[in-house]
């Protein structure tokens, strides 16, 4: 298991990471429907690189379903982002966000 083989042992990273992974598995079906009616004109979900769908599940699963404020999930994914993805992968990932924030009516908290 990924947890062992990185010799995590931080309880609370560990709850996270379980979190994470079973939440945006049980709810991935609502998640890339999110994904998609999101997208602009003309993009599809296949489209998207692994990474910038990975990232675009955590922020959507983190801000609709574990309740954290949608500024603190967006600010998360786009740090991520600016590590592991492309250039462009900021401003479209933080598009797709935006616009799934004004969707879902999310406030501030």
Request: glycine fraction near 2%; proline fraction near 1%; aromatic fraction near 8%.
């Amino acid at each position: 298991m990924f947890l062992m083989s990185q010799e995590i042992e931080d309880d609370t990273v560990k709850e996270y990471l379980n979190d994470i992974l079973f939440g945006v598995l049980e709810n991935e079906e609502r998640i890339n429907n999110l994904i998609k009616e999101n997208l602009k004109e003309n993009w599809d979900i296949s489209r998207i690189s692994k990474i910038n769908l990975s990232l675009l599940k955590i922020a959507i699963y983190e801000m609709i379903y574990s309740k954290i404020p949608y500024k603190v999930a967006i600010n998360e994914v786009i740090e991520l982002a600016k590590k592991y993805s492309d250039e462009q992968a900021q401003s479209f990932i933080n598009g797709v966000l935006a616009s799934v924030v004004k969707e879902e009516k999310l406030e501030e908290q």
